[in-house]
């Protein structure tokens, strides 16, 4: 049986660059994946979806995540916000639009990024403008944005106010009972989902709110620890 020596070869090579590119996405831990920046654009009718362009960075090309978005306007969610599995294209860039369209256009959008275990690596609340077009946020293709507000994982505050105007309570909390994400800079209530997702390596435990903010750390936009 004769063998095909250039198919032999071009296999060696596909080979090769497989490996080459595994070694490179390895050499950059998932762990320190971040939400740089993105785009989210709705057009202008009812049946239209939202679609969101996440930057993470070129170097994780070809990783495996989970991302999840959940839409909401005036502290109303429009959307299940469920777990999607994608894997970052060429550009740094993770794909997702909505499963459906939305009645209203979203004030505000909450992104959370897993590994493919579902641990949760960042998370970014970006505030929209409500109509229709492309909203970018953040350092979007290596280009700082401030098209849409943000708060990102390095602000701090005391306290925060919805769209409607009311302003936001806290818990009281007691000894022990915040939790916060070493990874992300966020810290949440001991009922927030997102406690049960991290990885314990990355949970840091406070005795009070004013001691996470003054670690560094800002309140989980969803418990509103």
């Given amino acids: 049986m004769k063998i095909n020596l250039k198919r032999v070869i071009l296999g060696i090579i596909l080979i090769l660059i497989c490996i080459s590119s595994a070694s490179i996405i390895s050499a950059y831990s998932i762990d320190s994946m971040e939400i740089q920046g993105g785009c989210i654009s709705t057009g202008s009718g009812l049946e239209d979806k939202t679609y969101a362009t996440i930057y993470v960075g070129e170097e994780y090309t070809g990783a495996d995540v989970l991302i999840q978005i959940y839409y909401s306007r005036d502290g109303s969610q429009l959307n299940p916000g469920n777990k999607v599995p994608k894997t970052v294209d060429s550009l740094g860039c993770i794909e997702v639009p909505s499963a459906n369209a939305f009645k209203y256009y979203p004030d505000l959008a909450e992104i959370n990024l897993y590994d493919s275990d579902g641990y949760l690596i960042d998370s970014r609340d970006v505030s929209l403008s409500i109509h229709s077009g492309e909203q970018t946020f953040g350092d979007f293709y290596g280009s700082s944005s401030s ?31 915040y939790v916060g994400n070493s990874n992300t800079g966020k810290f949440h209530a001991p009922g927030c989902d997102s406690v049960d997702k991290m990885k314990p390596s990355n949970k840091v435990y406070f005795s009070s709110r004013d001691e996470a903010i003054s670690r560094g750390y800002s309140p989980c936009g969803r418990c509103s620890p």
């Fill in 147 to 177: 098209s849409s507000s943000y708060s990102s994982s390095s602000s701090s505050g005391s306290s925060s106010s919805s769209g409607d105007g009311s302003t936001t309570t806290y818990h009281s909390g007691t000894s022990n009972s």
